[in-house]
């Protein structure tokens, strides 16, 4: 596992069968810490520079996979969510970002806790800018939901060109968020829209107008509700997250990184 720089930070091993723990890394050290660090970064960032898009994955495998395969543009948070000192050594280098993630509960929340810091960073990115004009606009970030028990390295490794095909097929953050999010509760009841409306706001106040009125109308179906009314809620939405981390029925929620798995 080499650091930014190109030098070797640690050392990683992958289980071969299903034994666990899946992944095993040198512990933290002064030299490495894994929240801190993209497998791949050092030899991925030109590419993403060029493709103006990374890929964000889980494993070394996938990554090197994907390097094999001739897609360069691709690093992994090896295992955990992606961090928010992983975002920001990837913030500048491109204006699209896929998260292709595992699938299974575990994997849907590590998404899920991925979009909530890498949203925020690359929101506070764009603000930053001090000429709108000249700048390259807003990041757009997406989310590829891969089906449950393929990894990216299956597609990558098939052919066919199915690793395009998927890449191609990547939803807008808010096109995965809401119905993921609204699935966690029961929309039928006024506190279960509420819910799902504190664990959005935070995004949607960090959002362009003309996308959000889109996005608008998504969540208004979702909650079987009216754009006017879910316009209303979203103002009127607490700043602060609320202190929670329960499934439908329940009476809080901390946003969309928390909340898909019970207490």
């Known amino acids: 596992i080499h650091d930014r720089t190109g030098k070797v930070a640690g050392f990683g091993a992958r289980s071969l069968d299903d034994s666990m723990p899946k992944y095993i890394n040198t512990p933290a050290t002064p030299i490495f810490d894994k929240?801190?660090?993209?497998?791949?970064?050092?030899?991925a960032s030109d590419a993403i520079r060029k493709a103006d898009e990374g890929v964000i994955v889980e494993g070394y495998m996938d990554v090197i996979a994907a390097h094999e395969h001739?897609?360069?543009?691709?690093?992994?948070?090896?295992?955990?969510?992606?961090?928010?000192?992983?975002?920001?050594?990837?913030?500048?280098?491109?204006?699209?970002?896929i998260l292709a993630l595992d699938e299974d509960e575990a994997g849907q929340e590590a998404t899920l806790r991925s979009l909530e810091s890498s949203w925020r960073i690359f929101n506070e990115s764009t603000r930053k800018k001090s000429d709108p004009l000249f700048s390259a606009g807003p990041v757009k970030l997406k989310v590829l939901s891969l089906p449950e028990g393929k990894d990216p390295d299956e597609f990558i490794r098939s052919g066919n060109n199915e690793w395009e095909k998927v890449i191609a097929s990547a939803e807008h953050v808010m096109d995965y968020l809401i119905p993921v999010v609204a699935g966690r509760f029961d929309v039928r009841s006024p506190g279960g829209k509420g819910m799902v409306v504190n664990a959005l706001a935070p995004l949607f106040r960090t959002m362009d107008p003309f996308d959000m009125e889109d996005y608008l109308n998504k969540l208004a179906n979702e909650l079987e509700s009216t754009p006017?009314?879910?316009?209303?809620?979203?103002?009127?939405?607490?700043?602060?997250?609320?202190?929670?981390?329960?499934?439908?029925?329940?009476?809080?929620?901390r946003g969309p990184a928390d909340g898909l798995s019970p207490n």
């Open 70 to 97: 001739g897609y360069e543009n691709v690093v992994a948070s090896m295992g955990t969510a992606v961090t928010i000192d992983q975002v920001r050594q990837l913030r500048n280098l491109a204006t699209s970002y």
């Open 35 to 43: 929240s801190r660090t993209l497998y791949g970064f050092h030899i």
């Open 228 to 253: 006017e009314v879910v316009r209303t809620a979203l103002q009127s939405a607490p700043r602060s997250k609320v202190n929670a981390r329960n499934p439908k029925g329940n009476d809080g929620f």
